[in-house]
C-alpha cells in the first residue's frame, strides 16, 4: 500500500497529476480542490490510496489524511466505488460530507454528479453509525459533536410516533442551538418535541 507520495510536481491536468519521487513519476487522480494547491515545479505532499484492478494500480491523491480516510470510508457503503467516492469530495469538503451523513441531509449529497435520493439514503443507513463525531453549526470550530445523544434523541422522537425525516429535522434544529457543553439527552429531547409541536 502506497500511504502517501512526496515529490516534485512534474505536471498537472484536469483530473491529476504526476508527482516525481525518486526519478520515477507516479500518475495521482485528484480531486479539483487537491489539483488548485499543488504548484507546478515545487514540492507537495499527498495522502494517497492505492486502487487495485486485475487490469490496473490506479493511485488517487488527497490534499491530507482525513479526505483519504473519508474517501476509504465511503467505498465501504454499496455502490460506491473510487470515481463516485472521489466525486463526493470534489463537490463537499470532509466535515460538510460527515455532517450530512450524521444528520441525514440526503439533499445535500445528491448534489454529487451520481447519487441519486436512494444513494444518499444508503450511505446515510449504511455509513452512519461509522462516520465518527461531527462538528456542527455554523462555526465547526465552535461545534458540538453529534454522536451518541444524536441517535438517542432521534430513536425517541420516532419511538413516540414521529416519523424518521420529522426526527432527522428536529434533531438537526437542536444541534444548531447547542452551543459549547452539550446538554443531557432528556433536555434535549424536550427540545426537540417543543420544536416538533409548533411544526404539527
Known amino acids: 500500500m502506497i500511504a502517501s507520495v512526496r515529490g ?3 505536471s498537472v491536468s484536469p483530473d491529476g497529476a504526476v508527482i516525481e519521487v525518486g526519478g520515477v513519476g507516479l500518475s495521482v487522480h485528484c480531486a479539483p480542490g487537491t489539483l488548485a494547491g499543488l504548484r507546478l515545479g ?3 505532499r499527498l495522502a494517497t490510496s492505492l486502487i487495485v484492478r486485475e487490469d490496473s494500480l490506479t493511485l488517487y491523491g488527497f490534499a491530507d489524511d482525513d479526505e483519504k ?3 476509504e ?3 465501504t457503503a454499496s ?3 473510487p470515481r463516485l467516492a472521489q466525486a463526493v469530495l470534489a463537490v463537499h469538503s470532509p466535515d460538510t460530507v ?3 451523513i450524521a444528520t441525514a441531509d440526503t439533499a445535500t449529497l445528491t448534489r454529487v454528479p451520481g ?3 436512494k444513494g444518499a439514503e444508503r450511505l446515510v443507513l449504511e455509513l452512519r453509525d461509522r462516520i465518527g463525531p461531527v462538528a456542527v453549526g455554523t462555526d465547526t470550530s465552535a461545534g458540538v459533536l453529534v454522536g451518541a445523544w444524536h441517535e438517542q434523541v432521534r430513536q425517541g422522537l420516532v419511538g413516540l410516533g414521529w416519523s424518521a425525516a ?4 428536529a434533531v438537526a434544529a437542536v444541534a444548531e442551538t447547542v452551543d459549547g457543553t452539550v446538554p443531557p439527552v432528556p433536555v434535549l429531547l424536550k427540545q426537540a418535541i417543543r420544536l416538533l409541536g409548533k411544526t404539527r
Open 79 to 81: 455502490g460506491v466505488g
Open 166 to 169: 420529522q426526527a432527522d429535522q
Open 42 to 44: 515545487e514540492q507537495a
Open 73 to 75: 470510508l465511503l467505498q
Open 115 to 117: 447519487i441519486g435520493k
Open 8 to 10: 516534485l510536481v512534474a
Open 98 to 100: 460527515r455532517r450530512a
Open 69 to 71: 480516510q473519508l474517501f
